[in-house]
């Protein structure tokens, strides 16, 4: 059974940092593409990063130079580092793993992350 389980979520003011995880188990880790994605109340589901088996990494315009995204395939896990954050920043942050070649894609249950003084 494939599991994402995202962590790290919560209230921050303007200007803060959190730092996400997501653990993953039942798939073969190093193989996926990993990235987190963003809604906000009344918005589609955004891209905020990704990064590819290879370690190629892209990030969306928002979030250049303020968020950095990083794996560990020896844990099996995904992080998104946030800093300045902004109150435009809040959504309910979702784990995606994804392999084009097979078909697969998964989702976490998503971690509520709110920016506000």
């Known amino acids: 059974q494939v599991q994402l389980v995202e962590s790290g979520g919560g209230l921050v003011q303007p200007g803060g940092s959190l730092r996400l995880s997501c653990a993953a188990s039942?798939?073969?880790?190093?193989?996926?593409?990993m990235a987190w994605h963003r809604q906000a109340p009344g918005k589609q589901r955004e891209l905020v990063a990704a990064i590819t088996s290879g370690g190629r990494i892209n990030y969306a315009d928002s979030v250049k130079g303020r968020f950095t995204i990083s794996r560990d395939n020896a844990k099996n896990t995904v992080y998104l580092q946030m800093n300045s954050l902004k109150p435009e920043d809040t959504a309910v942050y979702y784990c995606?793993?994804?392999?084009?070649?097979?078909?697969?894609?998964?989702w976490g249950q998503g971690t509520q992350v709110t920016v506000s003084s």
């Open positions: 039942g798939i073969f880790f190093s193989l996926y593409e």
């Open positions: 995606n793993a994804v392999r084009y070649s097979v078909g697969r894609n998964y």
